[in-house]
């Protein structure tokens, strides 16, 4: 089988090592995330511990669709019984590029017609639609006329852990946040920081990875286990898969700390930090006041950026000079700014260009001898 695994524009190489870190097989990086191979148990797995997919999509049909006549019996012609009855519920997203169609909503409808249209013609009734929590998700990519029909296992996006109570101003989604912690190489066993923790993600993300918790472990149900196709040894081996990532987690994790100078911050990473089930030491002070990690570790952060202030070169500039006393160290910034990154005084090791939304995002990592 085929599936394809979704990632923010930017983290697919973090996908593919976090896929290869889980043994999955035939993995292989794409433009906008990773397809690998494998049999429903391994899609199962990457829906339990990914925490960088977005999603995880199962081809269905791919066919050419020049018109709205081609795209429904394209759509008719796939057998929907293993995947849809008229009892459960259906919700379609499309995306439409260079193509004759190119009204989502119309192409989305048409697709919707004819899986109706064949549930009808087999059982006289028909499903309904539900946007909100659909038991059927699927995703329709049009481009150049030529379709492809996904099939959503995981339901929700992967990307809600249900953690996340405060929000604060423009929050990291958890899976750039977990993208972040693995392209920048921590190793999970020393101490890791947060000096500027908005609503915490960062830090709670780490604390999650460190404990080997996953993140699928906080979710009632995926959308396969709705399916009709959800037979009893499918249902048995995913309740091993839920056994095994229990047994799996860690009881001595690393310090996590997080910090703001906000209080609102402050509070909110608490609050987020207790609904994710993590123990983070939270505290509030200027990340000027930065004092080292025992034993040094990693300090990751995202400043306020871009959309929200701009950056103050003055801040910046005695910023890089904190980070320069923090011997042994890894000091990892995230910034849609450049101007940021251009401020800080010193020499970056490495960096990806990543996106947070749509917004541009670079992130540098820095080894402080």
Known sequence: MEFFATAAKGTEPALRDELRWLRIPGVRCDRGGVHFGGEFPDAFRVCLWSRVALRVLLPLARFSAPDKESLYQGVYAVDWEPYLTPRHTLAVTAFCKDSALTHTNFTAQKVKDAIVDQQRSRHGVRPDVDRDDPDVHLFLHLQKNRATLYLDLAGESLHRRGYRMQPGEAPLKENLAAALLRLIGWNRRTPFCDPMCGSGTLAIEAALLAADRAPGLARRRFGFERWPLF??????????????????????PPPILASDIDPRAVENTRV???AAGVEIAVSRGSVLRLAPLSPPGLILTN??????IAAERKFFAELGR?????SGHTVGVLSGDRAIQRAIPL????????????LECRLVRYRID
């Open 231 to 252: 037979s009893d040894s499918l249902r048995r081996k995913m309740a091993e898969l839920r056994e095994e990532a229990r047994a799996a987690i860690r009881r001595d």
């Open 272 to 274: 987020n930090a207790r």
């Open 303 to 308: 400043p306020p950026y871009g959309k929200r």
């Open 322 to 326: 904190v980070f320069a006393t923090l």
């Open 347 to 358: 020499q970056p090791e490495k960096s990806w260009t990543v996106f947070n939304g749509d």
